[in-house]
């Protein structure tokens, strides 16, 4: 198998997370020719990254199908608690993190110094204040997001966590995270997991930031 990922992409880093946290051995490279060339469009018709190369040479894109697909295929060690509820907590946040968190921090970083003059700004931003409120909520106090195990909601949480004090910077709103006690505790701890801490460091200098390494 084989993933194609980039370091400065947000949606592909949680599988990376996923890869590492269960030590698989799966090639990752960038997305041959470019992410927007021909090559690569014939490769994974969606163009976009990440995208996973099955054994049988299928194309698997989107970051939430591969996540699952590792998991079936690997369940150890378990990326998802055991109960019903449990689980359904974890895709809850894999799904604010998906959809309210980084596709409003990757659409507000393209907006850079023009934020605010953007007709799509406000309905950006309030995306993601909805997104970080609901976490306020949902993440858990102590531990990791859905306890004290890493599982598939800090995969698609830590990255996404990382890059927002950088996006809110760039949209004059350095201190957004400030208001989020929960998620400020949060992003502390999850930097301690080995997996998230490699994806992290391998983030950074791609987004001007410092490594996630104490
Ligand atoms: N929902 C997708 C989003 C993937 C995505 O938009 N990736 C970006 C890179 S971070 C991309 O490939 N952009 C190229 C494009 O949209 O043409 C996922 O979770 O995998």
Redesign the pocket.
């Known amino acids: 198998m084989r993933l194609y990922s980039e370091h400065n ?4 880093a949680p599988v990376r997370v996923a890869i590492y946290a269960k030590g698989l051995e799966i090639e990752i490279e960038p997305p041959p020719g470019g ?2 060339s021909a090559r690569f469009h014939a490769i994974n018709p969606l ?4 995208c996973l190369i099955l054994d049988s040479g299928v194309p698997l ?4 199908a591969i996540l699952e697909y590792l998991e079936d295929r690997f369940p150890d060690p378990p990326l998802r608690p055991d109960s019903a509820e449990a689980r359904a907590h974890v895709r809850l946040l894999q799904r604010i993190a ?1 959809l309210q968190i980084t596709t409003p921090l ?1 659409e507000l970083a393209r907006l850079d110094g023009r934020a605010s003059s953007d007709p799509t700004f406000a309905t950006w931003l309030t995306r993601l204040i909805r997104g970080l409120s609901s976490l306020q909520i949902y993440v858990k106090d102590e531990g990791l997001a859905a306890g004290p195990d890493l599982t598939l909601a800090d995969c698609q949480l830590a990255p996404a966590l990382f890059l927002l004090p950088k996006v809110a910077s760039s949209i004059g709103k350095p201190h957004l995270l400030a208001a989020y006690p929960t998620l400020l505790r949060y992003v502390e701890a999850v930097r301690d997991h080995a997996a998230v801490r490699r994806v992290l460091d391998e983030m950074a200098p791609a987004w001007g930031l410092q490594a996630a390494a104490a």
């Open positions: 992409s947000p949606f592909s992410l927007l163009g976009t990254i990440p894109p989107e970051s939430a998906e990757v």
